[in-house]
């Protein structure tokens, strides 16, 4: 059974969740960018340690979306954030 | 003289500095010793020959054209500030001090308008507990909204309109932002006595000849004086509105600082609410800024950004630039205000 998918978010990244949206800026890049109300949640659970199986979970909890498409955007946002250097494969 | 080395000083106040300068800076009033518990700045004439350039470039504007607007690189424990055929500035934050080189033939009016309208603005956005963003302010049934927008946008007629109506005007293009530690909120601060304006808006608005000014050589703008028949804020409230020009369709190819145009607007005058990130982007595209890529000043600045993003209220505002909008402008601001004047009050910082 392959381990669960872990992310960390690096130390140059700041985020502040802002009512329904969450700001980032890659202190590297000086570039801003922001999330959603769902992407927030998903990085604040990130944030919170949790994995991409665990914060699916939550996710799937929380908001009333069909599990297989809320699952492919995570995974397309994670790639997103990844190509950003947002956030990485924790070791 | 203005823009020449005097053996004596001259001394002013603004945004609660004493400045000890050697320009004769007439915009501002003398300094008395109850508005300047700020503390000092100092504003010296000197020669850039000396002044180091370092490796890395911190920040550079450039016009619509490509051609360099303003640059900054560090140097020894500070910045020089540079606008190439014009003037370069070394600002110097530990000392509070300006040293300021004009190129030859530069005329008094331009050296004024880039000491009090970028130089000094620059220095305080380095300030702990200080931000200066591109914005014009007034004051609105006991609130301050601030309108930001690009140059030629018509920040400056707004409230300059503003201003005729009887409302006070805190500055046309550089708003300061102070934290007020005891009210846990930001508080914008009036600048000095004076706007600028394009000759329609001088007409729209009018403005007798008399009481105006040169804005800078490079610009047919205008600086009215102090017989311009304004109201200026004598004090500092808190900000909470923001309202960005959208695209107008408009702006002033003379101005060398004017972007492009992005959309045409036309008929009455609209707002609407701006989403977080809009409002975000918004005010970090209007932070006076000498370095972009320090992480200490990324870090605090981010901290007041989405400070601000988070109790200001934000409205993007369109309208059809021809003065006879202007009443119709107004009442959207006001309307909007006053509409939001009911829902919750906005989160207060901690």
Redesign the interface.
Known sequence: MPLPEKFQIPKCV?S?T????T?L?N?DT?T?H?LNSVGGRFWTLILQGKDFDQALAALRDEYDVEPGKLEADLHELCEELQSLSLLQRAA | MKGTQRETSFQYQLWGYRIISDFDLGELEPAADDNCQSGSIHLILAADKDWVRADRRALEYHLANGDLWQESWNAGGGYVSRFPGLCSFRILPDQMRIECAPQPGIGSSTIVHLILDHAIPRLLSLKPGSLVIHASAVQVEDEVIAVLGQSGQGKSTLAAWFASQGFPILTDDCLLLRWHEAARQWLAQPSYGSVRLWPDSVDALGIEESALREFAHYSSKKRTGKQADFRFAAEGAPLKACFVLAGLGNSIPEDPTAGNSEQQHCGPPKVRRLAVNEAFLALAQAVFRLDAEDEQINRREFEILTGLTDTVRFWSLAYERKYDWLPAVQSAIINALRASSHEPEKRKLP
């Not at chain 1, 802002?18 to 949206?21: A, D, I, L, Q, S």
């Open positions: 700041l502040r802002v009512g329904t949206e700001i800026l202190l000086s801003y922001s």
